[in-house]
């Protein structure tokens, strides 16, 4: 049997819009263009893929669990119209930034909850973020660190110090279209 293979995303900035007010709701998550053919293009080549992403807006109580799953949902329900196959798992750190948890990235911990849910190794994983601290977690892990240009992506590319070997794309469809061919 062939080794499993997974895609991480980071979610604000390379799934959907990002804002520096967070976004707090279902309304206020707005896809970008692309994003969610793009996921449905790994899930239909066999990909396994995850979300790894950094919800301080939780312990900072700007939304609930509840609209943090609405979210999430929508995400689903988006991506149903494109594919019968679900995301494999969304991982998330609730904390602040100032808590010291072990998940918040760019600590792997969230990479670690994924692969040991998914009984995958990262070290053949790509890791999609727009920012340093993304590809940062993914180094950590030995996976593929890729950077897109969206969210705070093209900020993070013009200030350098990208993990060697750092793969850049304009957006997360243009990185599944080489990922897939």
Known sequence: MSKPKLVVLDRDGVINLDSDEYIKSADEWIPLA?????????????????????????????????SLSEMHQKLRDLLAKHTDRDIDL??????KPDEGCECRKPKPGLLDQ???????DLKDSWFVGDSLKDLQAGESRSMQSV???????????????????????????????????
């Open 90 to 95: 969304i991982a998330y750190c609730p904390h």
């Open 147 to 181: 950077l897109v240009r969206t969210g705070k992506g093209a900020a993070t590319e013009q200030k350098g110090g990208l993990p060697p070997a750092s793969l850049v794309f304009d957006n997360l469809a243009e990185a599944v279209e080489q990922l897939v061919g």
């Open 114 to 120: 994924i692969a040991e849910m998914l009984e995958v």
């Open 34 to 66: 692309g994003s969610i053919e793009a996921i449905a293009k790994l899930k239909e080549a066999g990909f396994l893929v995850a979300i790894a992403t950094n919800q301080s807006g939780l312990g900072r109580s700007y939304f609930s669990e509840d």
